[in-house]
């Protein structure tokens, strides 16, 4: 599986933003995807995930007020809304997929993009 993120970059205290996650390849192996983020000099901290088959979704109690994960029909775009930006949400957002194989779950990770919120 392969993931591309989008839609990082620069905004306001309180502003939005959108990102985006796109799978490819084997995608009907996926059974989570997520985000994580990591700030400079920080370790890369867990956001929010959704399963694939039930849409159930869990989050960071940082973001679960603010945030709000969602998927196209297709199940191989994954968005993160992001509202009411922070200047601490300032990070490096990753986008993961775990995929099941013969028993043994396998991690993708996605390039990472780059959103900053200034002050």
């Known amino acids: 599986v392969q993931l591309v993120e989008s839609g990082g970059g620069l905004v306001q205290t309180g502003g939005s933003l959108r990102l985006s996650c796109a799978a490819s390849?084997?995608?009907?192996?996926?059974?989570?995807m997520g985000w994580y983020r990591q700030a400079p000099e920080k370790r890369r901290d867990f956001l929010v995930a959704?399963?694939?088959?039930?849409?159930?979704?869990k989050y960071a109690d940082s973001v679960k007020d603010r945030f709000t994960i969602s998927r196209d029909n297709a199940k191989t775009t994954m968005y993160l809304q992001m509202n009411s930006l922070k200047p601490e949400d300032t990070a490096v957002y990753y986008c993961?997929?775990?995929?099941?194989?013969?028993?043994?779950?396998?991690?993708?990770w996605g390039q990472g993009t780059q959103v900053t919120v200034s002050s």
């Open positions: 993961y997929a775990d995929s099941l194989i013969d028993t043994v779950v396998y991690r993708s």
């Open positions: 390849g084997d995608t009907f192996k996926i059974n989570v």
């Open positions: 959704i399963t694939s088959r039930s849409g159930d979704t």
